[in-house]
């Protein structure tokens, strides 16, 4: 972790104090007074201030004199990203990846006998390999910023062509830790000839998916020269970016993405086609899919039991669950129904939801672009999506992460390649989110921002409530069986679906579940469901959260109509709520705990409450 303040030199004069006495007073400076945002990371390259002759250190008088010649130095502080590195000036950094891309460029881009001194003095070494090794590169995310801001500056390339094998390695753990996207790659073979005697160009004998077109299109826009980086190397650039432009969609896709960077990093794989002709998809590869595990709660997770207790469970130990290629080929278990196979669909990288009016969609990007319009298209479309900040009337919905995770319909962060659905997470809360609470929700800046940041997805056509959520559910009640426009429901008395399926040619009558009696007809359904079988499937939930949340405190998914001020920064989402207007029975719930990293949204949640 990096400290919110580096000083790299200090000079207090008007005083007979020693070196020791300086840095216990600069120790004992209250850095949360600076100013300094969350995350936020102040360098200061020279301190200078005169002591007044009658000022004492004891009572704070000397560090609070301190305070406020660092309050100056934040006023004037620049952000790191200008024309070049200005000895002597203080910068500011609004995260830990922006910072370390800047102790990158200092050496990579800049290389000046002050910029390695500024280097040696913000980290404390003179290497850049050792310290990258030990600060960066284990990090997904905080690499995955760092690729991103170094390709704005045109020397992402230049900084990975410096990886020996065994940072690339490093690096290809740490995304498939981070992300769960798998980079194996061979040792590089010579280039594959063509009939005419020249090696195929990558980026015409690929056929590569949109989203590694437009991250191709954005390096090269920066003026990034990866074509001459080895295979593994152009594996973790071309990853990273793509991670960095979309994460809940490359991480959804992202077998798929992942198969097409290795083969643009290998020539020897590449197909050859007609340049003319355009680039095609290449075909999906099977997701593999196992049924909801319950996982493993983060270190700063409330006590097991509570997360436990939304989904209806009884705690007991359960094994984690089978690697993905342990499963057959081509068959897969998406939750909620029940143990039969089905075949793995690929969702087009194109399918979206239409992006409101105030969210500009991303413009199709040319694969070799001229150079004006390049540095055009690159001020158009940067690498990370810009900082947000809005204000939202629907904060709690954020809050359902934690609920997924806990029903195993996604993984945390200890299982990154676990069980997930095809769309991310805060796509699945926004639709919950619209059908509950309709136009309301609808035009809230939330449901603006999730349309266009989380990655959609083809949600499962049949409802299956597991029967681990029915713990706490007993009844004598029968369940009410109803039929409308072709669809059979069979509901639970205490308001939520059990099953939800199109109904067979057949007619017949379900029967007898455990822990209930035979089922009756209902002449109407209680609840009117959307007409479209994944609308239908969400809404579905919807009801057995609200259910599940009316059992355990008595209020249902009302309560996550809550305000909050959210801001996002590179890979980072917070939400800041109002502690004294915050409802208990969320905390009974076990809801408002904070995520932290979800691989399968590529962003690190937090929850604050003031």
């Known amino acids: 972790m990096a400290a919110p303040l580096t000083v790299k030199r200090a000079r207090v004069t008007g005083t007979s104090a020693s070196r020791r006495h300086v840095e216990h007073w600069l120790a004992s400076v209250a850095v949360d007074r600076l100013g300094l945002a969350e995350d936020e990371i ?18 704070g008088r000397i560090p609070d004199q301190i305070l406020e010649a660092l309050r100056a130095e934040l006023a004037g502080a620049d952000s790191g990203w200008g024309e070049g590195f200005v000895p002597g000036r203080a910068y500011r950094f609004t995260s830990r990846g922006r910072y370390f891309a800047w102790l990158v460029a200092l050496l990579v881009k800049d290389g000046s006998a002050p910029a390695r001194a500024a280097f040696a003095a913000a980290t404390g070494e003179e290497s850049l390999r050792q310290w990258q090794r030990a600060a960066t590169l284990g990090d997904g995310p905080v690499f995955v910023a760092m690729v991103a801001r170094l390709a704005e500056i045109g020397c992402a390339a ?42 195929p160009d990558p980026i015409t004998a690929v056929p590569a998916p949109p989203a590694l077109r437009e991250a191709i299109a954005s390096l090269e826009a920066g003026g990034n020269d990866w074509r001459a980086l080895p295979a593994s190397a152009k594996a973790v650039l071309l990853a990273a970016v793509m991670l960095a432009r979309k994460p809940s969609r490359s991480t959804a896709q992202a077998a798929e993405l992942a198969a097409a960077v290795i083969r643009v990093s290998d020539p020897a794989e590449a197909q050859y086609v007609d340049p003319g002709q355009p680039l095609q998809a290449p075909p999906p590869a099977a997701r593999k899919i196992s049924g909801p595990a319950l996982p493993t709660p983060s270190a700063d997770a409330m006590p097991h039991e509570i997360g436990a207790r939304l989904a209806g469970r009884r705690i007991r130990s359960r094994p984690s669950p089978a ?86 319909l996604y993984p945390d962060f200890t299982q990154p390649l676990g069980t997930r659905l095809d769309p991310s997470p805060l796509w699945l809360a926004d639709r919950i989110g619209r059908f509950w609470f309709g136009a309301r929700y609808r035009s809230d800046p939330l449901a603006g921002w999730i349309a266009g940041h989380a990655a959609p997805g083809e949600l499962p056509s049949t409802w299956r409530a597991e029967p681990e959520w029915l713990v706490g559910f007993e009844t004598p009640a029968a369940p009410r069986y109803a039929v409308r426009r072709g669809r059979a429901t069979l509901w639970h008395p205490a308001g939520f679906p059990l099953s939800d399926e199109k109904q067979p040619r057949a007619p017949h009558r379900p029967s007898r579940l455990a822990g209930f009696r035979r089922p009756r007809a ?23 959260l609200d259910a599940r949340l009316r059992l355990l405190c008595g209020a249902g998914l009302s309560l996550l109509a809550l305000p909050a001020r959210i801001q996002t920064r590179d890979l980072d989402l917070s939400a800041r709520f109002a502690l004294d207007r915050h409802p208990i029975q969320l905390r009974i719930a076990g809801l408002d705990r904070n995520p932290g990293w979800q691989p399968a949204e590529g962003r690190t949640f937090a929850f604050v409450f003031e």
């Open 42 to 59: 102040l360098y200061v390259p020279r301190l200078r201030m005169r002591v007044p002759a009658h000022a004492e250190a004891g009572g």
């Open 158 to 199: 230049r900084w990975i062509a410096r990886f020996e094998p065994a940072d690339i390695a490093l690096v290809r753990q740490s995304l498939e830790r981070s992300f769960a996207v798998r980079l194996e790659l061979m040792a590089e073979p010579p280039p594959r000839r063509t009939h005419a005697g020249t090696p």
């Open 323 to 408: 690697p993905a290629e342990d499963a057959p080929k081509g068959a897969t278990r998406r939750p909620g129904q029940g143990d039969a196979p089905i075949q793995a669909r690929h969702i087009p990288a194109t399918r979206a939801p239409a992006a409101p009016p105030h969210i500009d969609p991303a413009p199709a990007l040319a694969v070799s672009p001229a150079p004006g319009a390049a540095r055009r298209e690159q001020r158009l479309t940067p690498f990370l999506p810009p900082d947000a900040r809005f204000e939202t009337g629907f904060g709690g919905l954020l809050f359902l992460v934690n609920a997924f995770i806990a029903l195993g």
């Open 522 to 544: 209902a002449r109407i359904a209680p609840v009117r469901l959307p007409a479209k079988p994944a609308d239908r499937w969400a809404a579905c939930l919807a009801f057995y």
